[in-house]
């Protein structure tokens, strides 16, 4: 597992990762906090890629100002997640655009447990 904190685009897109045109692009068994981007996808901006997969990742408190969302999706084939959690991070947590996710979510999972 990885840790990623406090990466940020300035004056542009995903914070972490921006994949433009390009093929499959995962993240998996992480931990992301406090990451961001001035216009879009705070941790994750893709545009016109093969795929995104994400399992197994925590998304704490990431943003991005413009759009506000932590992944930005844009004509992407194929996206999956999975045993994934977003936390802190206000707004809209995925933003899509001709881009169908395949979100594989466990029963009660998504809520906070006490």
Known sequence: SSNVAGCSAVYGRGGVVVADN??????TSSNVAGCSADVSGGVVSAYQSESLSVAGVAFINNRADFSDSVLSLNTIEQTSISNASFTGSGGVTIQTFNSPINWDCRLGSWMPTE
């Open 22 to 27: 390009s093929g499959a692009v995962s993240i």
